[in-house]
């Protein structure tokens, strides 16, 4: 079992940064894929980042976010810069086994945290 708390969301104005936490429990975290999704009204929930536990591997979508992880704090990052009106979504973090298959796709996590939203204005 894996617990995910998000925070760090708000609203900022176009062009600025945000850095979004999310602090995980659990047994075994070394085993484990952590992701960042977010999902707008009427939308999809879409990838954004992955970052392994274990290794220094990172996967992202978008060039202007980056993923992290503080290992002794249990936390992983999502700094965002150079945010536009387009990335407002609720942005959540989710877990996943290391070995499972397809990190992109959200039905491929088995934990989630409850979202904080981002809100970006003109």
């Known amino acids: 079992q894996v617990q995910l708390v998000e925070s760090g969301g708000g609203l900022v104005q176009a062009g600025g940064s945000l850095r979004l936490s999310c602090a995980a429990s659990?047994?075994?975290?070394?085993?484990?894929?952590m992701g960042w999704f977010r999902q707008a009204p009427g939308k999809e929930r879409d990838f954004v980042a992955a970052?392994?536990?274990?290794?220094s591997n990172t996967y992202y979508v978008k060039g202007r976010f980056t993923i992290s992880r503080d290992n002794a704090k249990n936390t992983v990052y999502l700094q965002m810069n150079s945010l536009k009106p387009e990335d407002t979504a609720v942005y959540y973090c989710?877990?996943?086994?290391?070995?499972?298959?397809?990190?992109?796709?959200?039905?491929?996590?088995?934990?989630w945290g409850q979202g904080t939203q981002v809100t970006v204005s003109t």
């Open positions: 989710a877990a996943r086994p290391v070995s499972g298959r397809n990190r992109a796709s959200p039905e491929s996590y088995n934990y």
């Open positions: 970052i392994n536990w274990s290794d």
């Open positions: 659990g047994r075994a975290l070394s085993a484990y894929t």
